[in-house]
């Protein structure tokens, strides 16, 4: 292993200091919602990635939608989620 190498492991495997919510300093906590939306985005991003049919991925994107906004309407009722 070259030098250049092992600095650059040395660097992945040094210790993070942790901020609130246990992240990396400096970066915010997402919200619930906000890591739920991305884990979906995501969802729809690989899904595309591995060729899934166009309408398979429109298919996902609106159920999941439906899914989000219930979860909203949920929210606004005096609910939380999680």
Same mark, same amino acid.
């Given at each position: ?9 040395? $660097?992945? *495997?040094?210790?993070?200091? *942790?901020? #609130? ?5 400096? %970066? ?5 919602? *906000?890591? %739920?939306?991305?884990? $979906? ?15 398979? $991925? ?7 939608? $439906?899914?989000? #906004? ?9 609910? *939380?989620?999680?």
């Amino acid at each position: 292993m070259s030098t250049q190498a092992k600095a650059k492991l040395q $660097v992945l *495997e040094a210790p993070r200091p *942790e901020g #609130r919510g246990g992240g990396p300093v400096g %970066l915010a906590t997402p919200s619930p919602r *906000e890591a %739920l939306q991305e884990a $979906v985005a995501s969802f729809l991003r690989r899904g595309q990635a591995r060729s899934l049919s166009p309408r398979t $991925v429109e298919f996902y994107r609106e159920r999941l939608g $439906v899914f989000l #906004r219930w979860l909203d309407a949920r929210s606004h009722a005096g609910g *939380e989620w999680r």
